[in-house]
């Protein structure tokens, strides 16, 4: 047979819906088989999931090298980092460790490989890209919330700190306190006892609220959101090229392109 036809037909596999769909139930069926080995279970089932790990690092070998031979370019195939991390779990899955100091290791990585369904679903893959990609952003974000929680974990340590201890004894203390407050964890139990000595101390955990659980919480949706919008639009735009689609966006960059050029002309005229 045909090499070029050979790697036709296995990017075709790679590229089906069903083979998809297939892999991703082994996923999670090694998924279900770790759970399993949690529990407390016979030595004939413990030697039966066994080989049921064994099948299903037979399957993921196979399922790699259908997608490394379905490659074009083969260099390419370890340029994508999910390419690599599903390689390298594969790989030591293979590797006979269950028995020696490295067992623990080896279930780990067993663990691990429920990952995988990130690098096969590309809905998963994208959201994934975009919270990465948002998180330049999220971090002064971040930054600016510890600052809340420092300034008001500080005020908090120094007037409800004879109130009670527990809560409120020192800054690290009362910022676990906050959290707990951000969260809405029973937090009008704290603000009731607070308020106890200081009645109009609800002034303090309704601006911390409103700050922390509303105003910074929904910031960093907005981004998150934002950043997901720009990867949807990439997304589109390279499949429509790759398909030779023609849309709006792919129009008006063309417009903005003769602009340039025309305007050049004039320039050199």
């Known amino acids: 047979m045909n090499f ?12 089906n819906r069903a083979f998809e769909l297939f892999v991703v139930s082994i996923i999670i069926f090694s998924a279900l088989v770790i759970g ?4 407390n279970i016979s030595p004939a089932a413990i030697k039966l999931i066994e080989w049921l790990d064994l099948f299903i690092t037979v399957v993921f ?36 460790i269950d028995n020696s100091e490295m067992a623990l290791v080896g279930r780990l990585i067993r663990i691990f490989r429920v990952l995988r369904m990130i690098s096969i679903i590309p809905e998963l893959r994208l959201l994934l890209n975009s919270l990465v990609k948002a998180m330049p ?15 008001y974990a500080a005020v908090g340590s120094t007037f409800f700190a004879h109130i009670n201890t527990e809560l409120w004894g020192d ?3 009362s910022m676990l306190t906050l959290f707990r407050v951000m969260t809405f964890e029973d937090w009008t139990d704290v603000m009731y006892e607070t308020m106890e000595v200081y009645a109009f101390s609800w002034i303090y955990f309704i601006t911390f609220i409103f700050f922390t659980a509303f105003a910074f919480l929904n910031m960093v949706i907005g981004i998150i959101v934002q950043v997901l919008e720009e990867e949807n639009a990439k ?21 903005e ?3 340039e050029l ?5 320039t050199l005229e």
Do not use: C, H
Not at 63 to 78: A, P, W
Not at 262 to 266: F, Q
């Open 4 to 15: 070029s036809k050979l790697q036709q037909t296995f990017l075709e596999l790679r590229s």
């Open 36 to 39: 399993a080995k949690t529990y």
């Open 61 to 96: 070998l196979v399922e790699i090298v259908i997608r490394f031979l379905g490659e074009k370019k083969k260099r390419n195939f370890f340029k994508q980092g999910w390419n690599i991390f599903d390689t390298l779990i594969v790989v030591v899955s293979l590797i006979p």
């Open 137 to 151: 952003q999220l971090g002064y974000v971040v930054l600016l919330m510890f600052i809340i929680f420092y300034i």
């Open 171 to 173: 800054i690290s203390i």
């Open 235 to 255: 997304e589109r735009k390279a499949r429509a090229k790759e398909s030779g689609e023609i849309t709006l966006e792919g129009l008006s960059e063309q417009m």
């Open 257 to 259: 392109e003769l602009k």
């Open 262 to 266: 025309l305007k050049s002309k004039k």
